[in-house]
């Protein structure tokens, strides 16, 4: 199967950079260098095609209805314009994928602007669109609600201007009034001319925003700002020092089947609220769990990677690797995974197998910056 294109990939093949398949998508992964995007994000700012995230609408007179019990957080609380971090979970309340979901202000200023006609707009993963398209449609039909459920993600891109930065470069290329957005809200207003989204969202921990406006006048937006282009290689270096789950690696239905309260992100889940998983979630917070999501540092020489075996002093295995890297900004090899609950104090040693050897780590919570959420 051919892999999707992203509305700027001819301007990226102009900046002559590397491309990768994300989740069918045929993605930037680096334009200079790792190291020199990640360390332009931690000192001014980058930006970031992710045009490969999904948009959904839903919009109805039951559309909070749906969103409410599709998703693990507590839709209610969204005022017009405020975002909110939440999971999709099945039956067994294991995650199928993590979103931002929407509120939508009632009317938007042009009619063209990004989700004008819908009450909410979600953003799954790469490659996760028509999944979550059909899971909404077929659970709406189900339960016999009222709403409409329309996936966009091919009408629209998205960017994402991260850095200490980030504030002063969007200022200056909107009409909206962003300095006074605080974290997880967003408001319309004009890029280059295009009718946009502007969130104050990211995946990086730095002040950033992130910017949806309609698919074909993306090169307008992108050339809006004059920073670093970023590919997803500095994308993933820059979310790992910060802790953040990353789709497909650090939970998978299929391949790493995990709950919220495993993956260290059970503040998305309201248990006051109904929502498909809810019941399995309610017995795993009141039994606890076997495993939980950490940090480590390696304390020897060499980096750890997807799938390396975590170990205790006597060599029994305890967990596994999810993600791992060469931190550029710490200039420290560090990990995230899952190990036993009785291995997860700060402070903790234990072994990560490297190429067949037992290195020393120590277990750290994230964010392994300090001074960032």
Known sequence: MALRTPPLHDRHEALDASFT????????????????????????????????????EVSGPDAEALMQRLTTNDVTELDPGDAQYSMITDDRGVILDDTVVYRMPASAPAPDAP??????????????DAQMHERWTSHAETWGLDVEVANVT???GMVAVQGPDANALVADATDADVHDLGRFEATYGTVAGTPTWIARTGYTGEPGFEIVFPAADGVAVWDAFDCQPCGLGARDTLRLEMGFLLSGQDFDPEDEPRTPYE?????TVDLDTEFVGRDALERQAEEG?????????LNERGVPR??????????????TVTS?????????????????????????????????????????????????Q
């Not at 993956?263 to 503040?267: D, I, K, L």
């Not at 190990?339 to 120590?362: I, N, P, W």
């Open 21 to 56: 398949d994300f989740g069918g998508w045929d993605m930037p992964v680096e334009f200079d260098s790792i190291r020199a995007e990640h360390e332009a994000v931690r000192t001014a700012a980058g930006i970031f095609d992710v045009s490969h995230m999904g948009e959904v």
């Open 115 to 128: 989700g004008t006609d819908a009450t909410f707009m979600f953003v799954p993963n790469a490659g996760h």
């Open 154 to 156: 091919d009408d629209l």
């Open 263 to 267: 993956a260290g992100v059970g503040f």
């Open 289 to 297: 769990v076997e495993e939980e999501f950490v940090g480590f540092v």
């Open 306 to 319: 997807h799938g390396y075996e975590i170990r205790n002093a006597d060599g029994d295995q305890i967990g």
């Open 324 to 372: 791992g890297t060469m931190s550029p900004t710490l200039g420290e090899p560090i990990g995230l995974g899952y190990v036993g609950t009785t291995f997860t104090e700060d402070g903790e040693t234990v072994r990560v197998v490297v190429r067949g050897e037992g290195k020393a780590a120590t277990i750290t919570t994230p964010p392994f910056l300090e001074g960032y």
